[in-house]
């Protein structure tokens, strides 16, 4: 069975460029997370989907962060324009709907905004 | 006071030694507690998970939790130099579907 996958791996952007991430779930995960990582810290949760609903998206920042989770799979999430402070790994997780805190992680894609 | 919270580390044991990492939390409702493990440059994978008050073993892991003391801990016995590794604590809010993770701890085992 394939994990959950992203892409890219690694992002180098500039500054005030926009930025795209993919997810690919596990199949079968109807729930579907985003997470942040820095450097030295636990990840901290962006957004989560149930199916192609986000059902709690209070921790990301609306003004400069979209996502979305077209069809309940696949999943992108965007950052426009990107600031210097959003250098960090960005994890994508799933999960079977009710394993609370029984999460799957992909690989994560590691921003570096210059 | 952050919702869950690690000793950073890092914690140095000899190969063979019982590791001991500890976490607490501060929210009285939490149901779950769960332990992943990081390497370096890699993403979290889940370890174990606990609900109840008590040990939980699988292998050369137990996790214990006490939710009077809103403690909860891993034990890593007869420990490896592959067991090295950032250890993250997460927990499940009461009534959610919120997990919060805690900053990890650093273990490094001694060959």
């Known amino acids: 069975e394939a994990g959950v996958v992203q892409s890219p791996r690694y992002k180098i952007i500039e500054k005030k460029q926009p930025v795209a991430f993919w997810c690919n779930p596990i199949s079968g995960h109807n729930t579907l997370y985003w997470y942040r990582q820095n450097l030295g810290q636990g990840p901290e949760l962006l957004i989560r989907?149930?199916?192609?609903?986000?059902?709690?998206d209070s921790q990301l920042p609306k003004d400069r962060f979209s996502a979305e989770r077209l069809k309940g799979v696949d999943s992108t999430l965007k950052i426009q324009p990107a600031e210097l402070g959003d250098s960090a790994v960005y994890l994508c997780?799933?999960?079977?709907?009710?394993?609370?805190?029984?999460?799957?992680f992909g690989s994560g894609t590691r921003l570096t905004v210059v | 006071q952050k919702e869950v919270e690690q000793n950073s580390g890092p914690l140095s044991v000899p190969e063979g030694a019982i590791a001991s990492l500890n976490c607490t939390y501060s929210d009285r409702g939490s149901q779950s507690f769960f332990w992943y493990r990081q390497y370096s440059g890699k993403s979290p994978e889940l370890i174990m998970f606990?609900?109840?008050?008590g040990d939980k073993e699988d292998g050369r892991f137990t996790a214990q939790l006490n939710k009077a003391s809103q403690y909860v801990s891993l034990l890593i016995r007869d420990s490896q130099p592959s067991d090295s590794a950032t250890y993250l604590c997460?927990?499940?809010?009461?009534?959610?579907?919120?997990?919060?993770f805690g900053a990890g701890t650093r273990l490094f085992v001694k060959a």
């Open positions: 606990i609900y109840s008050n």
């Open positions: 997460a927990v499940n809010r009461a009534g959610g579907f919120k997990t919060i």
């Open positions: 997780a799933s999960s079977s709907t009710g394993d609370l805190g029984v999460y799957t």
């Open positions: 989907y149930e199916n192609e609903e986000a059902v709690d």
